[in-house]
């Protein structure tokens, strides 16, 4: 396998929790996340899912360097990124992009699509002179498949999923080699949902990009990533190609998040059962000793309580798997 | 969303139409605004729903969908909103003509309404089992204290743990699966005879959605309820609904039962969005993944849909015809209605997506 463009590892972000205005003291963490891994190698789409405050968007944030990491190492094609500072972190920005959930709170109202998409080249001036940077801005919305003539049109004159193509369109701009997709899709109606994937796909085939693609939307995923990492409460609980996360998830936690997404056939009706899930996520303030899904895991035993699971390969499985008690999963077959 | 009794039942309309059904929509009109900005967002709306029976309602943002849902409960804001034509008859009974008080009364105690964000639907400033008890206490005449008891009931009915301490806990102490379990309790409490769940899981993580629809599916069982479920995901319709509705800019193009639906997809829309959902027994892009077909271009502006099938400018079949002549529902035989000019053609065609047909179960 080629190097991997972006590395990362056991990093740790979380946020002090305080009391008091005046004297104000530190009375816990949130343990956003805690202690991840992983390899984004070039060219490849790795898929990060995981439900609600399980930690995805802090992640993207911190390797964003939107906010400083805790503790851990992240190396960008062999760089340390957590230690660049000035003009090396400016010229590192050009590498790597966001684009993020809400095209609505995304975009300046005020800027026209021309100012927003061109806004990178005012601060990498480098990338393409002044002279250039209207037919670039224009370029880059042909790409997205815009009208290049609505370059003075201000957001607000935009559809949600045109507006995600701004976002994508600021994004490309830098011609980066990491895009971090933050649930880019999630605020899109299915039509338009499916031409902005396809879009996603066409540009990375283009332009040889790499996507760290955070989502919930685990058909979403699977459509678009070669590999995934499920993650829970701040830790990724199994990693693998999609093919083995999505037909050998061996993860109790895994397992029951696929087998409750809907699948749009009713011939599996009364067929095919969710594995419920008791209660809720546990505070991430105060997680579990051990394994930190075992408070809702059906398999939960003694040992999970005292022996936190590594995320390593199991006898029973093909791929890395954070459980004591690893099993593929029981698969239907629709009629 | 599986029953604990055995298979869902996937049955069709039913079959005795000669009672009134327990919800009647007759070609519903509504209007917002005036002059050249009016947008017609309900275009001749129809449906029904009998007693026990789940009936969803799937369409995109601005089909109408949440609207018609509004018009039938009488919370639909006039103005900027107008009703310029139709009937809705609850068991019969004409409800757009009918005053105000009586309407009120039929809220709450005939028909009762869930929303998709719980959060905002619930007052922050009163407990939860304040919000749910006023319904006893002025509906039913009960004492503050009978009605907090009452209160505890319904959230234990909806398997909210230790029901009778979080009874006294406010909206913002629960987490979004029990807010959402609080709502429907709240909107179960004068025992409806007709529950209309918008999007009643689109803010949930897929964990709770699950268990949710569990929940809703078992109490529309246990009452004999009639639930409209108005949604925008192709997977939650197929796990629970019996009947399905397509709509697409404020008219229903395609209706029928689940089963069929799924397998003779009559409208070129109803094709296109099946086409257009990733799902997690795609082969993916490991084996032989192939790009989603979306459906091309937006859904038309309200104010200004076009002439004949307003579904022509983006479809891929679209004829002359389909921009001169608006298409009726025509009858494809067994209760399957489709507004396309060559919906029988369609529906002899099933749909091509290839899946592996594989998903992970209990």
């Known amino acids: ?335 | 969303m599986a029953p604990t009794d055995g298979p869902a039942p996937l049955s069709a309309c039913s079959p005795d139409r000669s009672v009134s059904p327990l919800l009647e929509v007759d070609d519903l009109r509504v209007e917002f605004g005036q002059g050249r900005d009016t947008a017609s967002v309900l275009n001749g709306v129809s449906y029904h729903v009998d007693e026990g029976e789940t009936l969803a309602v799937l369409g995109e943002s601005g089909s109408g969908k949440s609207v018609t849902a509004q018009t039938v409960m009488g919370i639909l804001d006039t103005p900027p909103g107008r009703i310029t034509g139709g009937a809705v008859r609850f068991r019969g009974e004409e409800l757009l003509s009918a005053d105000p008080e009586r309407r009120r009364l039929l809220r709450g105690e005939s028909m009762a309404m869930i929303f998709q964000d719980a959060l905002s639907a619930l007052n922050p400033v009163y407990s939860v089992g304040f919000q749910i008890a006023e319904q006893f206490r002025f509906r039913r005449g009960m004492s503050r204290r009978d009605a907090m008891v009452r209160a505890a009931e319904m959230l234990d009915l909806v398997r909210i743990p230790n029901a009778k301490q979080r009874v006294r806990e406010y909206p913002h102490q629960f987490s979004g699966g029990m807010r959402q379990r609080a709502m429907i309790a709240m909107s179960l409490a004068l025992d409806p005879e007709l529950l209309i769940a918008d999007e009643p899981t689109t803010a949930l993580d897929v964990t709770v959605q699950a268990q949710i629809m569990e929940l809703l599916d078992e109490l529309r069982r246990e009452r004999g309820m009639g639930l409209i479920l108005i949604t925008h995901d192709l997977g939650v319709v197929a796990e629970v609904a019996d009947r399905i509705a397509v709509m697409y800019a404020g008219r229903i193009v395609e209706h029928t039962d689940a089963a069929s639906l799924y397998a003779h997809p009559a409208h070129p829309y109803t094709r296109g969005l099946m086409d257009s959902v990733p799902r997690v027994d795609d082969r993916g892009r490991g084996g032989a993944g192939i790009p989603l077909r979306p459906i091309p271009g937006l859904p038309p502006s309200l104010s200004a849909i076009p002439d004949g099938c307003p579904f022509h400018p983006r479809c891929a079949h679209a004829q002359d015809v389909c921009t001169d002549e608006v298409p009726v529902l025509r009858e494809l035989g067994d209760a399957h209605q489709a507004a396309c000019h060559f919906a029988e053609r369609f529906v002899a065609q099933g749909p091509d997506r290839p899946t592996t047909h594989e998903v992970v179960s209990r």
Request: charged share 25%; with cysteine.
């Open chain 1, 1 to 335: 396998m080629s190097r991997p463009v972006l590395s990362v590892r056991d990093l740790v972000k979380h946020y002090p929790v305080t009391r008091g205005v005046v004297f104000r003291r530190t009375v816990g963490h949130v343990r956003a996340v805690d202690g991840v891994s992983l390899d984004l190698h070039p060219g490849e789409t790795l898929g990060v899912v995981g439900e609600s405050g399980c930690g995805k968007s802090t992640l993207a944030q911190v390797l964003m360097r939107l906010t400083p990491p805790t503790s851990g190492t992240a190396t960008f094609e062999g760089e340390d990124l957590f230690a660049k500072r000035g003009a090396a972190l400016t010229a590192w920005r050009r590498d790597m992009q966001i684009v993020l959930q809400d095209p609505y709170t995304s975009l300046n109202p005020r800027k026209t699509v021309g100012d927003i998409v061109g806004e990178p080249f005012d601060i990498h001036p480098e990338v393409a002179p002044k002279s250039d940077r209207r037919r670039r801005v224009q370029e880059l919305l042909e790409v997205v498949g815009l009208n290049p003539e609505h370059i003075r049109r201000y957001p607000h004159q935009f559809s949600g999923g045109q507006r995600q193509r701004i976002g994508i369109a600021r994004a490309l701009a830098l011609r980066p080699k990491v895009i971090v997709c933050d649930e880019p899709v999630s605020a899109l109606d299915v039509s338009i949902q499916a031409q902005v994937l396809n879009l996603l796909s066409d540009l990375q085939r283009e332009f040889g990009l790499a996507y760290l693609f955070i989502a919930h939307d685990l058909g979403v995923v699977r459509h678009l990533c070669d590999r995934v990492a499920v993650m829970y409460l701040g830790s990724i609980v199994e990693t693998g190609t999609a093919e083995e996360i999505y037909r050998r998830a061996s993860h109790p936690y895994t397992q029951a998040l696929l087998s409750s997404v809907p699948v749009p056939d009713p011939s599996l009706r009364g067929r095919r059962h969710a594995i419920r899930l008791e209660g809720d996520v546990p505070s991430p303030t105060d997680p579990p000793s051990g394994c930190r899904f075992r408070t809702r895991c059906p398999k939960a035993a003694a040992i999970c309580a005292q022996d936190p699971p590594a995320l390593e390969d199991r006898a029973s499985t093909d791929h890395p798997t954070a459980c004591h008690f690893a099993e593929p999963p029981h698969l239907v077959r629709a009629e």
